[in-house]
């Protein structure tokens, strides 16, 4: 739901020079002489497609006159919100399906079908839940490493009592040296030059400092080593009561072969135990030895996952949340918004690089994790969940960029392709009353290529000037809801004539009157930064708007 700027002052003076001579609604020309004053019957009965329109449950239950105008003029209702990820999934991932289903009984009491949106987004999203299935994401969490220094990274000062910070020298001062080769991850590793001759704790290394433990608690224990040739090693857990030392647990006979190894022990702290330290018994064997990432975590917290098992988790994250939401109301909801804003402003797929959460906590980009193939997945789901569905991807911004519009249509048609279960597109259409008539055009030209369904799904026309950015303290004129009202027919108009009769999907505005307009959040209403984008005025009065719409449907092609 978001919008690109243009430049209001070149569209009005267009509009106006085009105002003097009369052309063809859908060839670029409407003249603008007022007469938009019919605003007699309804738009569902001079529409041969479905009207629809967006509305919200606490008005529609509290506001006579909105529930008033959404019965009146529309044929199909699509919940602002009610059937949002973030609004029916709780926190522990389970389901409250009680405001949609009384929203749902509500319209179907009223004789409206109800249009489904949305089911997989990246906005709206119990995002909390599903970040916890995946560890907080793919790349963190797990237990914390206690190991200071443990990839022996960062050598402050190197000196034979310390060749890498915090890890100190017990025997063997001279063999230990930070290395930059033979590493196992990271740019460093400790290379240690064990001389023939002695015993395993000849050469031998600490960690310097006492390591916080929990008496009780199981700790995972674990490093990589490697050597020039093979043999076997040591190390020591060595715990403290408080002040004193405690019994050392000896791990005799730990194998090094000539590549990388991981040894990994599980060690249980003993009553009273407050403190460990681990040591590194590597002398008695001539030989050259490689360390590497030594851990100390704790083992009862369970490592996130990675790689593939995230997209596991998320493929059935998503599967689990379609096939619940359609599968409720199979046969009920004959339509859906499957997959919703799948791309970003430059026409990429979505991903957490391009759509970040910046702080918000209802964002989770399935995409992401899943990839391209995700939109196939989503909508066979869907179709699994009720194969007699109208199935919808959608947009925003199509109108106003060819890359995305692009993207969007190479989409659709591999879906479609694909035997997906796709059957209709959506072009969402927040636009300007600046937006080019040429682009709406090509735009209608190249969803109708696909063969698919082809909606208007969520409609708004702005007015303010300033566009996104909202001017302060205007107030639409009567000329301006007279350019409205052109650009709400020219776009009707433009979508009847290139869109086939049996592709139309119908058109849904996204709202009833001006003031309850998600256009018009509290923030622009207390900053007097009104818009004025739909069909009704605050009083629930018609607007010209509504007459230049009807106008469309009636198939006028001029004013």
């Known amino acids: 739901m978001k ?7 070149m569209a009005f003076a267009l509009i106006a020079m085009l105002s003097c001579c009369k052309k063809d609604s859908q060839n670029g020309g409407f003249e603008n002489d007022g007469n938009f004053t019919d605003t007699t019957a309804s738009l569902k009965s001079v529409a041969s497609f479905p009207i629809g329109i967006a509305a919200e449950y606490p008005l529609s239950t509290t506001n006579s006159k909105y529930w008033a105008a959404v019965k009146g003029e529309a044929s199909n209702i699509t919940f602002g919100n009610e059937l949002k990820n973030g609004s029916i999934v709780k926190a522990d991932g389970t389901y409250d399906f009680t405001t949609a289903d009384a929203f749902y009984n509500l319209a179907t009491t009223a004789g409206l079908q109800v249009f489904g949106h949305t089911l ?13 299935l995946i560890g907080g994401g793919s790349g963190g969490g797990g237990a914390t490493n206690l190991a200071v220094n443990p990839s022996f990274e960062t050598t402050t000062v190197a000196t034979t009592a310390e060749p890498a910070d915090g890890w100190q020298v017990l025997n063997g001062a001279g063999q230990f040296v930070s290395t930059t080769t033979n590493t196992n991850s990271g740019t460093k590793a400790l290379q240690v030059n064990v001389p023939a001759g002695g015993q395993n704790y000849n050469t031998q290394i600490v960690t310097k400092a006492q390591i916080p433990v929990t008496a009780g608690k199981t700790y995972t224990i674990s490093y990589y080593i490697k050597g020039t040739s093979a043999q076997t090693i040591q190390f020591e857990v060595r715990p403290n009561l408080g002040a004193a030392a405690g019994s050392v647990n000896y791990q005799g006979g730990k194998a090094v072969t000539t590549s990388y190894t991981k040894v990994s022990y599980d060690y249980a ?14 002398g008695g064997t001539a030989n050259t030895l490689y360390l590497d990432d030594v851990s100390i975590t704790d083992a009862s917290v369970v490592a996130p996952p990675t790689g593939a098992a995230v997209a596991t988790i998320v493929d059935d994250a998503m599967k689990k949340h379609i096939q619940t939401v359609v599968g409720r109301y199979a046969g ?8 919703n804003e799948p791309f970003s402003d430059a026409g990429e797929l979505r991903n957490n690089t391009n759509t970040p959460s910046t702080g918000r906590t209802d964002v989770f980009v399935w995409q992401n994790y899943l990839g391209r193939d995700y939109a196939t997945k989503a909508f ?11 199935l919808y991807m959608n947009d925003y911004n199509l109108e106003s960029s060819t890359t995305k519009l692009d993207a969007f249509v190479k989409l659709a048609n591999e879906l479609k392709a694909s035997n997906s279960g796709i059957t209709g597109v959506g072009t969402q259409m927040h636009m300007l009353i600046s937006t080019p008539y040429a682009n709406i055009i090509t735009m209608m030209q190249k969803l109708a290529s696909t063969g698919l369904k082809v909606r208007i799904s969520e409609f708004d026309i702005r007015i303010n000037p300033g566009g996104p950015n909202p001017a302060i303290g205007y107030v639409a004129s009567a000329y301006d809801l007279r350019l409205q009202a052109v650009m709400y027919k020219f776009v009707i108009a433009t979508y009847i004539k290139y869109v086939p009769a049996a592709q139309r999907g119908g058109i849904t505005i996204w709202g009833v009157d001006d003031t309850s307009s998600w256009l018009n959040p509290a923030a622009n209403v207390t900053a007097n930064k009104l818009d004025y984008p739909l069909l009704f ?6 607007k010209p708007a509504y007459a230049g719409v009807k106008q469309a449907l009636q198939g006028n092609g001029e004013n």
Do not use: C, E, G, M
């Not at 919008?3 to 002052?9: K, M, Q, T, W």
């Not at 997989?120 to 916890?132: D, G």
């Not at 702290?269 to 590597?282: K, M, R, S, W």
């Open 3 to 9: 919008i690109n700027s243009s430049l209001y002052v």
């Open 120 to 132: 997989v987004w990246h906005s709206q999203q119990r995002a909390t839940y599903y970040n916890s």
């Open 269 to 282: 702290i003993p009553a009273n135990v407050t403190t460990i330290q681990l040591a590194f018994d590597l």
């Open 332 to 339: 009920k909801i004959k339509a859906w918004d499957v997959i």
């Open 380 to 390: 066979q789901y869907s179709k699994a969940a009720d194969p007699a569905a109208d």
């Open 537 to 542: 005025d605050k009083n629930f009065s018609k």
